[in-house]
């Protein structure tokens, strides 16, 4: 049997990792947050995988507080790039496959098409930066890795989108939500059957892909779905990024090409809507 370690187990992917895992039954699923395996403390990451032999490593952990990462660059490249060096280090040491999750931020947003693996990057904030810098210092340490660059991530598990707006729905009669960021919202449980597939097809296309549901939309088309779809009586408002201006700045377009995961591992991707759908069943 096969043994998988998780780590950033209680975060929206590692939570739907947990999920999933009931029923993998030719894996054996180590599930570890910050406070089981540091992963920036590099000796206790190389004598953790010396000590349990895993074989797949699939790493969830990251600092994704967006703005907050202008004020907290430290804190950020620790999580983001160092975090990902160590468990690259281990998983060399030890022959793992290591999976490391990246985002739509890499990319700066100025793009007409959409963001294929080879496209260049241009970060625009830290965020994005230190995801970018956690990227290369996975590649430059070792062969077999899978990087997946997603966007817009949401669970029933964990804070997100789906929940603030929920939430923000009941409690006002009126919101303003930004309509000129485009992208694809991504069902992190659809990601994490990805990583999945991917894991039982023992794959050796080790490289960068990108994975998103599919479709486009706005932020201010996704708030409506999930407020129709959950009959919420509120009235959104389309406004511009200029509207509600923050710390960091976000691209304005990070529409992700999926191609290359799709007729690497033969994987079939749901439509963002779809899946939306499913999602919101498990939320009350």
């Known amino acids: ?53 895993f074989d797949f490593c699939i790493n969830c952990a990251a600092y994704t507080a967006v703005d907050k990462a202008e004020e907290e660059y430290d804190l950020a490249y620790k999580v983001n790039v160092v975090g ?40 625009l904030g830290v965020y994005g930066d230190t995801k970018l810098k956690g990227e290369v210092s996975i590649s430059d340490r070792i062969e077999h890795y899978f990087i997946i660059r997603t966007a817009w991530l949401y669970s029933s598990f964990g804070n997100n989108f789906v929940k603030t707006m929920l939430k923000l729905g009941r409690d006002r009669k009126e919101l303003g ?36 549901n599919e479709g486009v939309a706005s932020w201010y088309d996704f708030a409506k779905n999930v407020f129709l779809l959950k009959n919420v009586d509120v009235k959104v408002n389309p406004i511009p990024t200029s509207a509600y201006p923050t710390p960091a700045k976000r691209p304005s377009f990070s529409l992700l090409d999926k191609t290359k995961i799709k007729t690497t591992f033969k994987i079939t991707i749901p439509y963002w809507q779809d899946s939306l759908i499913n999602c919101l069943k498990l939320i009350d």
Do not use: C, W
Request: charged share 20%; aromatic share 10%; hydrophobic share 35%.
């Open 1 to 53: 049997m096969k043994k998988v370690l998780v780590t950033g187990a209680n975060g929206q992917l590692g939570s739907e990792l947990q999920f999933l895992s009931k029923n993998q039954t030719e894996l054996n699923f180590t599930f570890v947050d910050i406070d089981d395996l540091d992963i920036t403390n590099q000796k206790k990451v190389v004598d953790y995988f010396d000590e349990n032999k």
């Open 84 to 123: 990902p060096e160590n468990l690259a280090i281990a998983s060399e040491l030890n022959k793992t496959k290591l999976f490391h999750i990246s985002t739509d931020f890499v990319f700066g947003g100025d793009s007409s098409l959409a963001y294929s693996e080879n496209m260049p990057t241009s970060p």
């Open 177 to 212: 939500v930004i309509v000129d960021q485009i992208g694809t919202p991504t069902y992190a449980r659809d990601l994490a059957n990805a990583i999945l597939s991917i894991m039982q097809q023992n794959s050796n296309s080790f490289g960068i892909y990108h994975f998103s």
